[in-house]
């Protein structure tokens, strides 16, 4: 029973000596033995294997720099129980240098970075390593440096622009360079004192070391001196760029009496002159001056009486200005006013005047004051010959002048002529001359068409007795067309549309024809508007001539022909006329001619291209059957 139980007990696998190449078993141990022993075969392999070393740990740092500068790096690692640990590089940087490390604590070290000023790129780094006493040295850790590139700094060139004296409303222009001498980009606009502009544009974008050309304009509207810097928006680093300039006035002026100014342009294009002010004086109306022109300016005192209320002993002052500038004119004290004594030199009576012809009147004008004087006068007639606009005249103080008027009235009976003479505001003078106006010889022996015998006062002609001549006044002539004038229009297929006029000249001289269009042009609204009655009025238009030059001519013994081919597409008004030797006219004729639209080169093609489509069809049907 026992040994059956033994048996049955797995047993270990032999213990054996090798001697003398002979296995000797010693003993056999069975498996619950083995199992036992175990942990403490395993220990035991433990104790006998090498334990690794514990590394040290770098922390990664990040730090700034300006371009060109230093800065101080603190390289960091875990501490190790107050272990020293040793810090040393392990890749420089491409773009600076670094000094010796320092220890700066038991985990830290201190190097300094200098970077060597490249514009490219805006970053570098360097690897480093650390290492405590007793442990591995650590992985490289990576030290990132951010290069700051200075800020923009704009720089003018020139630093200073002196526009000197311009004239109010006139320009004056500079050429500034505007430099970027920082590393960032510079990007805003100009800000410019009151009177200066910059008509290009005042924005700017500037990279590092780029320049702009900035046109600068001084512009004044005001008399005086204008300075001031320029300034940018956004702010940023800049040099300081002064603008200087003067504005002067358009004109000047200079006293020739009391109460007269001569006035000069001293620009380039016309200014216009205006009075202001002055109680009791009468100012001159606004006067226009062509450049570098001088205009006189009298001043006349007032007709309008006097107010005991106002102290007539202190002056009076006149602003006279263009606009732009502004000056004080100080008049002489008020004194009695005196008015112009207008006196007759033609007696009124003229008597009797025959229908077209001229008679002269005369008129004196007398001022008796010191002050000039400005008057107007017109000629007023109901029988005609009235002057159209009013005559200005200019007395000096004292002056007497002598005026002459031609009157030509024209319509028969008692006439009367009015010379009205307007002195200021309210004083008018006025003197008349009276005639009778009688019909000329050739106008009494005229018989109106439409007149009765009974209404004209004569009797009536007998059937033999010669009858007079009806003349109207501006009776149009009829004009014989020229001889055998013709036109056609011919439209040749490949070419332009062609106008072809015909006449004969019967051997008379080429330049005693000449050929126009006449065209109408219109001068009011094609609106047809009313008038006071109701009735519509016609537009306002006027006929304009245009000489053809594109004419192509052949003369023949007795016939002319003249080819047009420029004229453009539409109806054409033409007009044929014939002249004398003494260049009046002899005969006309008239033409409505339309000319027709040019054809296309789609036009021209296309018919010839069916021609040759429809062609190749028919032959070849024709061939398809002869198969």
Same mark, same amino acid.
């Given at each position: ?205 500037? !990279? @590092? %070391?780029?320049?702009?050309? #900035?046109?600068?304009?001084?512009? &004044?509207?005001?008399? /005086?001196?204008? =300075?001031? *810097? ?47 002010? !002055? @109680? %009791?004086?009468?100012?001159? #109306?606004?006067?226009?001056?062509? &450049?570098?022109?001088? /205009?006189?300016? =009298?001043? *006349? ?49 003229? %008597? ?276």
């Amino acid at each position: 029973m026992g040994m059956a139980i033994l048996a049955s007990v797995p047993m270990a696998p032999s213990v054996r000596f090798r001697t003398s190449d002979q296995q000797v078993t010693l003993f056999r141990l069975p498996w619950f033995i083995i199992l036992l022993l175990s942990p403490l075969w395993l220990t035991a392999n433990t104790l006998a294997k090498e334990i690794p070393i514990k590394p040290t740990f770098a922390r990664d740092v990040a730090t700034k720099v300006a371009r060109g500068g230093d800065v101080e790096i603190t390289l960091q690692a875990i501490p190790s129980f107050g272990n020293q640990i040793n810090f040393r590089v392990q890749k420089a940087p491409l773009h600076g240098t670094l000094s010796e490390l320092h220890p700066a604590g038991d985990h830290t070290a201190s190097v300094r970075y200098h970077h060597d000023g490249c514009k490219a790129p805006l970053d570098d780094e360097f690897t480093f390593q650390a290492q405590a006493a007793g442990q591995a040295m650590s992985e490289p850790s990576r030290c990132s440096i951010t290069i700051i590139p200075p800020p923009a700094s704009l720089v003018f060139d020139p630093l200073s622009v002196d526009f000197g004296a311009v004239m109010l409303s006139e320009k004056k222009q500079t050429n500034v360079t505007l430099i970027n001498r920082g590393g960032r980009l510079a990007e805003g606009r100009l800000i410019l004192p009151k009177g200066f502009s910059a008509p290009i544009g005042e924005r700017y974008r500037l !990279g @590092e %070391g780029e320049s702009n050309v #900035v046109t600068i304009e001084f512009d &004044p509207m005001e008399e /005086r001196d204008y =300075a001031g *810097q320029v300034l940018t928006q956004p702010m940023c680093e800049q040099s300081s760029l002064e603008l200087h300039g003067n504005g002067i006035a358009r004109f000047d002026f200079q006293k020739t009496s009391s109460t007269e100014w001569t006035v000069r342009s001293l620009c380039d294009l016309p200014i216009r002159i205006f009075c202001t002010g !002055g @109680e %009791g004086w009468i100012l001159p #109306v606004e006067t226009t001056i062509p &450049p570098h022109d001088s /205009r006189r300016l =009298a001043f *006349q005192q007032s007709d309008e009486g006097e107010d005991s209320s106002k102290n007539t002993a202190s002056n009076a002052l006149v602003h006279l200005s263009d606009g732009l500038s502004d000056r004080v004119i100080e008049m002489p004290p008020l004194i009695r006013f005196t008015p112009v004594v207008v006196q007759t030199v033609t007696p009124t009576a003229l %008597g009797k005047i025959p229908i077209g012809e001229t008679e002269q009147i005369a008129f004196t004008l007398i001022n008796r004051s010191e002050y000039p004087k400005h008057l107007l006068w017109k000629a007023v007639s109901p029988s005609g010959g009235s002057s159209d606009v009013a005559e200005s005249v200019d007395l000096k103080g004292g002056e007497i002048r002598e005026i002459r008027y031609d009157w030509k009235p024209s319509l028969p009976g008692e006439a009367v002529l009015t010379i009205s003479v307007q002195e200021g505001h309210s004083t008018r003078h006025e003197l008349g001359w009276k005639a009778s106006v009688l019909e000329s010889d050739k106008m009494a022996s005229t018989m109106v068409p439409n007149e009765t015998p009974e209404a004209s006062g004569t009797e009536a002609p007998s059937e033999n007795s010669p009858q007079p001549s009806l003349v109207a006044p501006n009776k149009v002539i009829p004009i014989p067309p020229v001889t055998g004038a013709g036109y056609e229009v011919k439209r040749p297929w490949m070419r332009a549309p062609v106008i072809i006029l015909k006449w004969e000249h019967q051997g008379r001289d080429p330049s005693r024809f000449k050929l126009e269009e006449h065209s109408l042009v219109l001068l009011s609204p094609l609106t047809f508007p009313k008038d006071d009655h109701g009735a519509f009025q016609p537009p306002q238009s006027k006929t304009v001539e245009t000489p053809i030059d594109t004419a192509t001519a052949t003369r023949g013994e007795t016939q002319e022909v003249l080819k047009l081919r420029r004229l453009p597409p539409g109806w054409h008004h033409l007009v044929l006329s014939q002249f004398t030797k003494e260049g009046s006219l002899e005969a006309q004729s008239q033409f409505q001619i339309q000319m027709p639209a040019k054809l296309s080169q789609w036009q021209r093609i296309k018919i010839p291209f069916g021609v040759l489509v429809i062609t190749f069809l028919l032959f070849y049907l024709r061939k398809i059957r002869g198969g």
